[in-house]
Nanobody, 122 residues
Framework: QVQLVESGGGLVQAGGSLRLSCAAS????????MGWFRQAPGKEREFVGD????????FYADSVKGRFTISRDNAKNTVYLQMSSLKPEDTAVYYC???????????????WGQGTQVTVSS
C-alpha cells in the first residue's frame, strides 16, 4: 500500500511558475514509478507526465512538454512537478499517482493522492 499527499498548489498569474510536491509513504519509494495527472472542471482526467523509479526516464504530455518538469528525491520520498510558463488552461486539480510498473504515458496507476488545486489567472 502507498499513501500519497500532494502539496504546493495555489493561485498564480499566467506566465508564472509553481512547484508541486507529492510525499509518499508505505512502500520503499525507490521501487515506485510516479505520475502526475490533472482534471479541470467538466473535463476528463488528463495525463501530465511520469517518472521512473530511478528518475532516469520521464515522459510528458504534449500540452506541457518544455514547460513542466518532473523530478524525484528518493531520499525524501518525494516527487515534484515544476510548472513554468503557466497558462489559464493549466488550471486544474493536480494529482500524483504511483504504480509498480513503468509504462510511459499510461493512465493505469494503482495508488492516487487526493489532489491539489492549481489556478492560473489571466
Amino acid at each position: 500500500q502507498v499513501q500519497l499527499v500532494e502539496s504546493g498548489g495555489g493561485l498564480v498569474q499566467a506566465g508564472g511558475s509553481l512547484r508541486l510536491s507529492c510525499a509518499a509513504s508505505g512502500r520503499t519509494f525507490n521501487t515506485i514509478n510516479m505520475g502526475w495527472f490533472r482534471q479541470a472542471p467538466g473535463k476528463e482526467r488528463e495525463f501530465v507526465g511520469d517518472i521512473s523509479w530511478s528518475g532516469s526516464s520521464t515522459f510528458y504530455a504534449d500540452s506541457v512538454k518544455g514547460r513542466f518538469t518532473i523530478s524525484r528525491d528518493n531520499a525524501k520520498n518525494t516527487v515534484y512537478l515544476q510548472m513554468s510558463s503557466l497558462k489559464p488552461e493549466d488550471t486544474a486539480v493536480y494529482y500524483c499517482a504511483a504504480t509498480n510498473w513503468y509504462r510511459p504515458g499510461t493512465n493505469n496507476y494503482e495508488y492516487w493522492g487526493q489532489g491539489t488545486q492549481v489556478t492560473v489567472s489571466s
